[in-house]
């Protein structure tokens, strides 16, 4: 167990599978008191009942990230329990890959309340926070490479990724007076349920040939990732160390996308 993160209060929403539990347990073990916040209230308490179970602190909360008031009861729930909120990571996402021309209003709106608008409101509830406290604080988000580039098979995950990297720097900008950082991290092809799903969909509307072992292959590094090499840049971004650091996206992708 380290210490970099000791005394210390994190939220991750979508933090009881994937990229979110991989988090939740790396925090954990720098010492962060962790909130696991997902709309899978059994999944969340399971998550963070095995953080504890492995020696470090940890507390589920039920949130649906589209609704602004289940996003504060979480946050209220947190602060209730450890004192004080320190990082929100808005990293709860979904995908639901349609052809371009087959898209449809409700599936861009369903893909879009849950990868923008509920960063939006997060990093809104996070900040109102730390300025009750007077204390600062951080945001860090959940992107993706398909904010940087479009993919046709799913093309509205690709435009909400797209503007949580907006919203990252809007939000740089207007809360920096506040001693509040936000800064977001941009994974490429990632070995997580999400994916899983994701092969499955793309295999279902004839885009097999998108999927996960396609992109994988791209990977300047050679593998896809797993969550725990998403560990040490949310870490960074998460510690006393990214102080310094606020309205950036920074890649955690193997070299799929140089820019």
């Known amino acids: 167990m380290g210490s970099r993160m000791a005394g210390r209060t994190v939220i991750i929403t979508g933090g009881a599978s994937g990229i ?80 371009f021309l087959d898209v449809t209003e409700e599936n861009f709106n369903a893909i879009m309340r849950v990868n923008a608008l509920a960063v939006l409101i997060g990093t809104q509830e996070a900040a109102q926070q730390y300025i009750r406290q007077g204390t600062g604080g951080k945001v860090v988000n959940t992107a993706s490479i398909a904010g940087r580039t479009g993919f046709s098979s799913f093309s509205p995950y690709s435009a909400s990724k797209a503007a949580v990297i907006s919203l990252t720097q809007g939000a740089a900008r207007a809360l920096a007076e506040h001693n509040i950082t936000v800064n977001a991290f941009s994974p490429g092809v990632v070995q997580t349920p999400l994916w899983t799903t994701l092969d499955k969909d793309l295999e279902a509307i004839g885009e ?52």
């Open 208 to 259: 097999g040939d998108s999927g996960f072992d396609s992109m994988a292959a791209g990977i300047l590094l050679g593998r896809a990732a797993q969550p725990e090499d998403i560990v040490p840049t949310a870490l960074f971004l998460a510690s006393s160390d990214s102080d310094y650091v606020t309205g950036q996206t920074m890649a955690i992708d193997g070299g799929m996308i140089l820019v």
């Open 20 to 99: 979110g539990l991989g988090i939740a347990k790396g925090l954990a073990d720098e010492g962060a008191n962790v909130v696991v916040a997902d709309l899978n209230a059994d999944a969340a308490q399971a998550a963070a009942d095995a953080i504890t179970t492995a020696g470090g602190n940890a507390i589920a909360a039920h949130v649906d990230v589209t609704e602004r008031s289940s996003v504060a009861a979480g946050i209220k729930h947190a602060v209730k329990t450890f004192g004080k909120l320190d990082c929100y990571f808005n990293n709860a996402g979904f995908n639901k890959p349609m052809k």
